[in-house]
């Protein structure tokens, strides 16, 4: 074999090899950042925090938001900002210490995380649809920003989401042990005496709702309640063809979130379990063929004491009828239903506000 076939074959192998390293780099090309939530009513604050990328001694890490009192409106809620973010590389373990507000307590945890399936999640991405304004055509974009987002739950719990813009999704839960060693005087001066403690404690309590006021007073914060609203349901989403529906955006009670583009799905809407919902989103197309918008909330508790009604593992189809005649601005026009084998069950009295409105483009 002369020299110029040799060098041509060790340039093609080098020209092979840099695209298959290239294609893998192209690969993993997501980034992410870290935030925190909590139930509403019940805050908390990280003491310190640390998503590492690796289990050697010396890892990276991105620093989970601290030093700030976290109160969410929702579970699922990217509250509080992140020092930097990661790239290319998913968490492998948490390492958190925070404080629960309205227990008084201190909670600490080191836990392994479930790094492979938050890496196919982030590696893969999530596709949707955009508008071109410049076209005025549809294009599909595959987003591979994320967040690691990690709730804390009195009583140590801890849930951790993975959010971009089309899902949030459950990829684990914690249970952290109390740590009575914590000298939150580092972190706040105040803190640094019993009487500055109980004070800053005090202070960010003082104005929660009388019933969360209650329940630190009574020591009847309900623990177990927090556990139900991970139930999962064989639950489906419905809507009649004619409605032209484009997107039904759905929030779990449980901190998830759903994005169903219909026209990315061949209309077909995904069956799988899910937990309840407590808001739902519709873009939708009235009489006039006029894109409209809507919102519907719903009361959690209500929602609750009807799906617990259901048989364990029985199929529910979340019906949504719209009334194609319904004008912008109205808070009515948008009813549910939930369909058994034996059944409707109208969610009408679990249904807190809705509202529509005209949409110009359709995403």
Not at 186 to 208: S, W
Request: include cysteine; aromatic fraction near 10%; charged fraction near 30%.
């Amino acid at each position: 074999m002369d020299k110029g076939f040799r060098l041509l074959i060790l340039t093609m192998l080098l020209n092979i090899t840099l695209t298959s390293c290239q294609n893998k780099m192209k690969e993993k090309e997501y980034s992410w950042s870290a935030a925190v939530c909590t139930p509403k009513n019940y805050p908390a604050e990280i003491f310190s925090g640390h998503l590492l990328l690796s289990e050697k001694p010396n890892s990276g890490y991105v620093y989970m938001p601290f030093d700030r009192v976290i109160n969410s409106e929702d579970l699922g809620d990217n509250d509080g900002s992140s020092s930097g973010e990661a790239e290319g590389v998913s968490p492998r373990i948490l390492d958190i210490t925070w404080l629960s507000y309205t227990e008084k307590k201190s909670y600490s945890g080191i836990f392994k995380l479930d790094s492979d399936k938050i890496e196919s999640l982030m590696i893969n991405g999530c596709d949707r649809p955009s508008w071109n304004k410049v076209t005025k055509k549809m294009a599909i974009f595959n987003n591979k920003r994320f967040v690691v987002n990690a709730g804390l739950f009195p009583g140590g719990m801890i849930v951790l989401y993975i959010f971009s813009q089309s899902n949030i999704i459950i990829v684990g839960r914690y249970q952290a042990h109390e740590d009575r060693n914590v000298d939150w005087g580092v972190a706040h001066e105040i803190m640094k005496t019993q009487e500055g403690f109980d004070e800053t404690i005090r202070v960010n309590i003082k104005d929660l709702p009388q019933e969360t006021l209650d329940q630190i007073k009574n020591g009847t914060i309900p623990f177990g309640y927090w556990e139900t609203l991970f139930r999962e349901y064989n639950l489906t989403p419905q809507v009649k063809s004619e409605d032209k529906v484009e997107t039904i955006k759905i929030n779990y009670i449980n901190g998830e979130f759903e994005s169903i583009f219909l026209i990315l799905n061949g209309n077909v809407i995904p069956v799988k379990k899910r937990a309840i919902p407590r808001k739902i989103n519709i873009v939708w197309h009235d009489v006039n063929d006029r894109r409209m918008e809507s919102d519907v909330f719903f009361d959690e508790k209500k929602s609750k004491a009807i799906f617990e009604k259901f048989k364990i593992g029985e199929a529910i189809t979340f019906v949504i009828e719209i009334d194609r005649n319904t004008k912008p601005r109205e808070t009515k026009g948008i009813s549910i239903k939930l369909k058994i084998t034996s059944g409707e069950v109208d969610m009408k009295e679990a249904i807190v506000s809705q509202e529509s409105f005209t949409k110009s483009k359709p995403y």
